[in-house]
C-alpha cells in the first residue's frame, strides 16, 4: 500500500512553529483547511492541531511571541534546533550541520544567510519536498528527538506538543515517555563565575544587608620610605 503524501501538511506544521506574528496569524484558516483536505493525519492529530490553530488565533499577538520566545528559546529541552539534543556544544555538531546543508543542496535547497540547517521549520521544509517514502524514513531516523521535544512540551502543557505528536505519526512512530531533564535557570546559565568574593553575601554576619565598604588611606611617612627603598634597590 502506497504512503500517502503528506506534503502540505509538513509545510503547514513547519509554519506552525515559525514565530507567532500577525502575519502567521491571518493564514491560520487556510493553513487548518489544507491540513483537514490532504488527510495525512489521524482524527485525534487533526483535533489537537486545530485546537493549537485556535490558540494561536484569539491569542494575544505579544502573549503569544511571549510564550514563543519563553517555550523555544529558553530551554534545551524544547529546543527547536535539532542537533542541540543531539550533540549539544560539542565539535561534531558543525560537520553535522556541513552535511545537512549538503543534503539540502544535493536536492536543491538553499538556505538564506539567517537559517540554521538543523532548525526544525527548515528540516520540514526540506522533508515536503521528499517523495512519501523518502519523507517518512528521513522523519524516523528523527524520530527520538521528536518524541523529547514532545514529552518536554507536554510536561509544560503546551499546545505546541500536538505539532510533534503529528511528526511522530508522519514517522510512523508513536510517543513514548522519556525522562525530561529540567532546564537550569537562565539566570544561574548566565551567571559569572566569582572572582573576588570579599563583597558576596555568603558568609556575612547580614546577609542580604547593606555592608559598610571602608577606604582606607595610606601613611603618608610610611608609603615614602617604602617608595625610597624600591627606588634603591633599583640602582
Not at 35 to 54: M, P
Not at 62 to 69: I, R
Not at 169 to 188: F, N, R, T, Y
Not at 191 to 217: L, M, T, W, Y
Request: aromatic residues 6%; glycine residues 6%.
Amino acid at each position: 500500500m502506497a504512503l500517502k503524501s503528506a506534503s502540505i501538511t509538513l509545510r503547514v506544521l513547519a509554519r506552525l512553529l515559525s514565530y507567532p506574528n500577525a502575519e502567521l496569524k491571518s493564514d491560520l484558516a487556510d493553513m487548518q483547511s489544507a491540513v483537514h483536505a490532504e488527510q495525512a493525519l489521524g482524527k485525534d492529530r487533526l483535533a489537537e492541531i486545530d485546537a493549537l490553530t485556535k490558540h494561536l488565533a484569539h491569542s494575544d499577538t505579544l502573549e503569544l511571541e511571549g510564550e514563543f520566545v519563553e517555550l523555544f528559546d529558553r530551554g534545551h529541552a524544547t529546543s527547536l534546533h535539532l542537533f542541540e539534543h543531539v550533540h549539544g556544544d560539542s565539535r561534531e555538531r558543525g560537520p553535522a550541520m556541513i552535511d545537512l546543508v549538503q543534503t539540502y543542496e544535493k536536492a536543491g535547497l538553499f538556505l538564506g544567510p539567517d537559517e540554521m540547517p538543523d532548525y526544525l521549520p527548515v528540516v520540514l521544509e526540506f522533508v515536503s519536498t521528499q517523495p512519501p517514502k523518502e519523507a517518512r524514513a528521513f522523519l524516523g531516523e528523527m524520530a527520538h528527538i521528536f518524541n523529547a521535544i514532545f514529552n518536554a512540551l507536554q510536561e509544560r502543557q503546551s499546545a505546541y506538543a500536538s505539532v510533534l505528536g503529528a511528526l511522530l505519526e508522519l514517522s510512523g512512530e508513536k510517543a513514548s515517555p522519556v525522562k525530561v531533564i529540567p532546564d537550569e535557570a537562565l539566570d544561574a546559565a548566565w551567571e559569572e563565575p566569582v572572582v573576588f568574593d570579599g563583597c558576596s553575601s555568603k558568609g556575612q554576619a547580614k546577609p542580604g544587608q547593606a555592608q559598610a565598604i571602608h577606604f582606607v588611606k595610606p601613611d603618608a611617612a610610611k608609603t615614602s620610605a617604602r617608595a625610597t627603598a624600591t627606588a634603591g634597590a633599583t640602582r
